[in-house]
Structure formats: C-alpha cells, structure tokens
C-alpha cells in the first residue's frame, strides 16, 4: 500500500517536471526567460507542491511562492543539488518526494529544475492507519485465541471423562459404567459410543467366562467328589493293598481333595463376581464363632491355637463368610510355619471396629510381596507349600470385602505375620 502511494506521488512529480519545458517554452515566447519562468512556476504551484529552478552555478533563478512560505523547509531543499532521480526524503520533520531535472531552452541550458511534492499528511494518515491496524490484528489475535482455546478445552473435557474412566473401570463395574456425553463434538461423540460399545462387549465376554468358571467348577465338583469318597472307602476298606497301591490311593485322595478346594474357591469367587454370592449381614457374638473354628482347625492339624481376648464382642457379619475367612487365614497360619511355633488369634474393639488378628511365628512375606498376596493365584514361593492354589487370601479379601471390612497384612521375614481383619461391630 505505502509502495502504491508512493509510486503515484512520483509519477505525478515526474509528469510536472517533464511537462515543465513545454509550458517554458510557450510561455518564454510571449516574455523574457526569468519571467516565463515564474510564470510557469506560478501556474504549476500548490501549497503541497515546490518547484525551483538553480542556475549551472547553483544559485537559485526562481521558486515557487509555497516554498518562500516555508522558509525553514526551503532553505534545506534550496541547499540540494545534482540530478535526482524520484525519491522520498525525510527534510524537516517533512516527508517529499523530490526529483530534479536538467532545464533546457531551444538548446540552451539554463539550470536545473527542482519539483517537490509535499506527502506528510499522506504518510502519517497512512502511519496512523498501519497503526491502527497493527493493533486491531494483536486484538483479533489474542481474542481468536481465546475463542479458540475455550474451544478446544471445551471439546478435551469429554475426551479427558474418557481417559479418567479408562484408568479407573475394573472388570467388576464393567456392566454399570457408561459414558453420557451431552455437550460434546459429534467427533467425540461417536468415539464415546465407541467405547461404550467395546464396554458392552468386555462385559458381556467377562460374564460369558464368569459364567463358563462357574459352570465347570459346579459340574467339576460334584463328579470328584464322589471320586474322592470312593478312593476314601476303598483305602479304608481294602486291607490287602499292597505299599505302592496304598500310596497311589492316598496320593490320588489327597489330589482330588485339593481339586475340589480349589473348584469350591472358583466357584465362590466366580459368585462373587457375577453379583450371586449373597451376603446376610447379622450381629452375632464373635467369641463363639473363633472358638469353633479353633477347635475344628486344631483337631484337623494338631496345632495349638491361643485365643486372645475373652470380652464378649458383637460383630456385623455373615456367619458363613466370616467362618470361611477365618478358616482360611488360620489355615495359611498353620501351612506357612514351623509346627512348633505359636499361633494366636487376637480380638479386639476399637471404637465402631472390630479387630480379628491372626498372628503365626512363621516364614513372614518379603514387603514386595504383601500387596499381591491377595491376588488370584498369587503364591509367594511355590516350595514352601504345595498344598493350595493361590485363591485363600483372595477369596478372603472378597469375603470381608462384601461384608464391608477391609483386610490387611504386617509381616517381616523370618519373624512371622498378623493378618488383620477389621469389621464393623453391631449398629
Ligand atoms: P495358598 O493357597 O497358596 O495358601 P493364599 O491366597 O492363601 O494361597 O496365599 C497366597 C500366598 O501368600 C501363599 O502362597 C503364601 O506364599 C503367602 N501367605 C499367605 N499366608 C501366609 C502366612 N501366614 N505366612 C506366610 N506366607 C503366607
């Protein structure tokens, strides 16, 4: 644009300094050369435009009347000479653009003609206006950028609901959780479908397996069991066994009473679940429940087992539950310690609590380990027992789970480990 303007302000110097002559010619025919001169001077004049001519010896023959009205201009431009091509000069404060010609008459040289054209209003209106518009582009910019970034921000929140959704969803709220996505892009709207539907799927894969466990645990159990009762009868009964008969007998007994366990586990687990393991919640009085499985635990291990803490205390519990996890963790108790070492159960209420510790002297958990421990099929060291599946504690942690406790481990190695259960008492 400055180009534009600038180009067409030479132009029109240049068409007055070429169309000088002429007019000089005419006019020196009807008068002398200097009057002539000022003549044409006179005509061509405007407030914005300066002419003056300098003699070969550089003194000035005549100028315009604009240029005597702006003595503090002139006398800059009045002091350039040589030949100019058409250029802007800054003079005074002032923007010109300024040529300079060679003047001649009927072949004779009579000096240098000098054409200025005044631009200041132009350039600082033009100035004003590059201004202007700098500041109205750096507004445009940053408020774009507002706009833009709410924008964006606005069509991340549902893609970040997504993300918080995937790290936190586990196999268990699989069927439950879905995404409602009311204000967001239809881009990211068919990606929460999507995702809604692949949900759909895992979940109906993950009840299809619960489903699949739990059908060939139930279908599973009841065949061995038998299998188990016969291989029992017989070892009882058959006196003439020979040693390796009777040994294959007990080994293939003992077998399947591990598998059975380890059928009932899945099953329970595969009830847990799919929702179907129902948990009755009853206030009963704790003490009584400990001493039967002491005793039951006791007869079949020939283990002692101290009790701690006689005070009668009300716990709110399912009965079945809480025998299946005392069982089960008095079990670990007596297979992961020396026979010789002391195992204690201690009972205890503090304030809407109760606390079920089971403490055994044994090999104890290396602290890397205890976190997982209540993982399926998690064992720490497969030598120490061959005896069960990895899924004790697990069901433990489901059992206590449902019932609305929590369950945790303290154990150091070599030393032993207290398993504490903690429960609500009777509200
Ligand atoms: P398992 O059928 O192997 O006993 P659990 O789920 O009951 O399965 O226990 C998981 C693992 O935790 C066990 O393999 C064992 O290594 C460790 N563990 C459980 N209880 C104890 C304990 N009282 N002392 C030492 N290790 C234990």
Not at 66 to 94: I, M
Not at 172 to 200: C, I
Not at 288 to 316: C, W, Y
Request: aromatic share 6%; net charge neutral; proline share 3%.
């Amino acid at each position: 644009m400055q180009q534009i303007l600038i180009d067409s302000h030479k132009q029109n110097v240049l068409d007055i300094a070429e169309r000088f002559p002429q007019d000089l010619e005419i006019y020196s025919k009807m008068m002398s050369v200097p009057a002539g001169l000022q003549t044409v001077i006179n005509n061509r004049t405007t407030p914005n435009l300066f002419l003056w001519v300098s003699r070969p010896d550089g003194t000035i023959a005549t100028q315009s009347t604009s240029l005597r009205q702006n003595s503090d201009t002139a006398a800059e431009l009045l002091s350039l000479s040589g030949l100019r091509k058409p250029q802007v000069y800054r003079v005074n404060g002032r923007y010109l653009v300024l040529c300079s010609i060679p003047l001649s008459l009927r072949g004779d040289t009579i000096g240098k003609l000098y054409v200025a054209h005044d631009i200041t209003h132009d350039q600082t209106m033009f100035m004003a206006l590059i201004r202007s518009l700098s500041v109205a582009t750096l507004l445009s910019i940053l408020v774009l950028m507002l706009i833009i970034s709410i924008y964006v921000r606005r069509s991340l929140q549902p893609l970040r609901q997504i993300s918080q959704l995937a790290g936190t969803i586990s196999a268990d709220d699989l069927s439950q959780v879905r995404l409602q996505l009311e204000r967001a892009p239809s881009e990211v709207k068919e990606l929460a479908q999507a995702f809604n539907m692949t949900l759909s799927r895992l979940s109906a894969a993950w009840e299809q397996q619960q489903q699949l466990v739990s059908d060939v645990s139930h279908e599973l159990r009841t065949p061995l069991t038998l299998v188990h009762g016969y291989l029992q009868s017989m070892l009882r009964r058959s006196v003439n066994l020979t040693e390796p008969q009777r040994e294959a007998l007990e080994v293939a007994s003992s077998e399947t009473k591990r598998t059975i366990r380890l059928l009932q586990d899945l099953l329970s687990l595969a009830r847990a679940d799919s929702g179907y393991l129902y948990c009755s919640l009853e206030s009963f009085v704790l003490n009584d429940l400990v001493v039967e499985v002491v005793e039951m635990v006791e007869q079949f291990s020939n283990r002692a087992i101290a009790i701690e803490g006689t005070f009668p205390i009300k716990v709110r519990a399912d009965h079945n539950f809480l025998k299946q996890v005392l069982i089960n963790l008095i079990d670990n108790a007596v297979k992961y310690s020396a026979s010789a070492t002391p195992i204690t159960l201690k009972l205890e209420q503090i304030a809407e609590n109760v606390l079920i510790q089971v403490c055994d002297r044994g090999y104890g958990i290396p602290l890397q380990q205890q976190t997982r421990i209540f993982e399926r099929f998690y064992r720490v060291d497969e030598a120490r027992s061959t005896e069960g599946s990895g899924l004790g504690l697990a069901i433990v942690k489901t059992l206590v789970e449902g019932m609305g406790g929590s369950v945790t481990v303290r154990s150091k190695i070599g030393e032993g480990s207290i398993f504490t259960v903690t429960l609500p008492t009777n509200c």
